[in-house]
């Protein structure tokens, strides 16, 4: 079975660590926030001025003036700080982020990402999209292993515009978690029950296959 | 006005000297810390072809949004934009033009213009499009994009508070591109929600010293809401 966007999240929070400060791009990123393991303690990065984002406001902590990236109402966690968008992207592009997590439309064996702009359809911009993929060290792509018409998203080489070249190490989909490394994909692990074939069927560039690949536990 | 009083008791004064053509450099991420009173002083002075360099447009009927209703904008340099219908139909139709940014980009664009600094290289952009064309070098092995500072004729910023000499403070994420936007227009015009003597405000917590600021107004704000996520308490 495929993970759901919730599995997906709980895998990506393996990654996380006591004491990181750690960006989540909008959309299913977002979800990684739910599933942070108790008793550690991460502390969330909006890239528009805040370290220490909170949960949304109740209605009568409603504050205009307190919003995240996503231009969503927030509040702010314990320990937070608020700062300039220019004080925000330096530590974002001075590396002090220590992990960011954003979605993709693909990824190829190059570490090359799409995902900000599909040509023929309406341009909105990168937002900061750019500057996250070329100022972080640790990145994971989460992302579904394929577009709605079953084309594969984990390419030999990105097709649409890209947000960052030679940048993206791992990748988890719905199906595996995937690192990048020497110009091709390497499996790590699989979704429960998704078999090896398939993985590599539906992955356009070269994967390279291990002699175990395990499953992701829940 | 006399010495260090930035005080001006008009809108009209605030933005007096804004002419067709000049290029407004405004703070504000979404609709979040707009300087939506000097906004509409523009659009009722009805000046046109701005460019207008800010991380969005505004939405219908609000922000920047507004600008668009009447085409005074010729040209938006932002990092993401289209929460709005009529910006999408006066891009498609050729009537708006627009240069994506990066969002660090824009921010660093404006932070350099303030601080004397012509150009910057930077990492973000490098091998995409927004790279294309522009000087690239190599910093202990990896490769760099140069990118240019953007100087605007007018800054419009918003602040919380602000003493008469215009030493300001931002309040929570309003904060966002409006202390660099202040530093990056010839002329910068920061409007408050509220205006107090100077020696009230203690030094060591200004975010945005005087010397940026040229004209300075006392509003009242909406603070309109673009995404009201709230949870159950």
Request: aromatic share 6%; hydrophobic share 40%; charged share 25%.
């Amino acid at each position: 079975m495929a993970l759901s966007r919730d599995q997906m999240a709980i895998r990506v929070a393996r990654e996380l660590e006591d004491g990181y400060y750690v960006n989540l791009g909008i959309g299913i990123p977002t979800l990684v926030a739910n599933h942070v393991p108790e008793g550690m303690d991460v502390m969330l990065q909006s890239e528009n001025g805040l370290l220490g984002m909170g949960p949304f406001p109740t209605e009568d902590q409603i504050d205009p003036d307190l919003i995240n990236a996503g231009k969503q109402l927030v509040t702010t966690a314990k320990g937070a700080s608020i700062f300039s968008s220019a004080e925000s992207f330096a530590m974002i592009r001075g590396g002090h982020v220590d992990l960011t997590v954003l979605g993709a439309f693909e990824v190829d064996v190059n570490g090359n990402i799409a995902s900000w702009m599909i040509p023929g359809k309406l341009i909105k911009g990168m937002g900061g999209a750019m500057d996250l993929v070329a100022g972080a060290d640790n990145i994971v792509v989460m992302m579904t292993h394929a577009d709605k018409y079953g084309n594969s998203k984990l390419l030999p080489q990105c097709k649409l515009p890209l947000t960052g070249a030679g940048c993206i190490t791992q990748v988890l989909t719905d199906l595996a978690y995937v690192e990048i490394k020497d110009g091709k994909f390497h499996l790590v692990e699989r979704a429960p029950g998704v078999s090896v074939e398939e993985i590599v069927e539906k992955t356009a560039g070269e994967m390279v296959v291990p002699d175990h690949v395990p499953e992701i536990q829940f | 006005m006399a010495g260090f009083d930035k005080v001006v008791n008009t809108y009209e004064e605030a933005m007096a000297g804004l002419e067709d053509g000049m290029t407004v450099i405004a703070g504000g991420f979404g609709i979040c810390g707009i300087p939506e009173n000097l906004i509409n002083q523009i659009k009722k002075m009805g000046t046109k072809d701005l460019t207008i360099i800010s991380n969005n447009c505004g939405i219908d009927g609000f922000g920047l949004g507004v600008l668009l209703e009447d085409r005074q904008i010729k040209k938006m340099v932002s990092s993401y934009v289209g929460e709005n219908k009529l910006f999408e139909e006066q891009l498609l139709s050729g009537q708006l033009e627009v240069e994506l940014t990066p969002q660090g980009t824009l921010a660093e664009k404006m932070r350099a213009a303030g601080a004397g600094i012509p150009a910057f290289y930077t990492a973000t952009g490098y091998g995409t499009d927004i790279g294309e064309g522009k000087d690239v070098r190599e910093f202990n092995g990896r490769k760099y994009i140069l990118e240019e500072s953007t100087q605007g004729d007018f800054s419009i910023v918003k602040a919380w508070k602000a003493d008469r000499y215009g030493n300001a403070i931002y309040r929570n994420t309003a904060m966002n591109f409006n202390p660099m936007a202040a530093t990056a227009g010839k002329i910068c015009v920061m409007e408050v929600e509220e205006i107090v003597e100077p020696g009230e405000l203690d030094p060591m917590y200004i975010h945005t010293p005087g010397i940026y600021v040229d004209r300075l107004i006392q509003g009242t704000f909406e603070k309109r809401i673009e995404k009201r996520t709230v949870r159950e308490g």
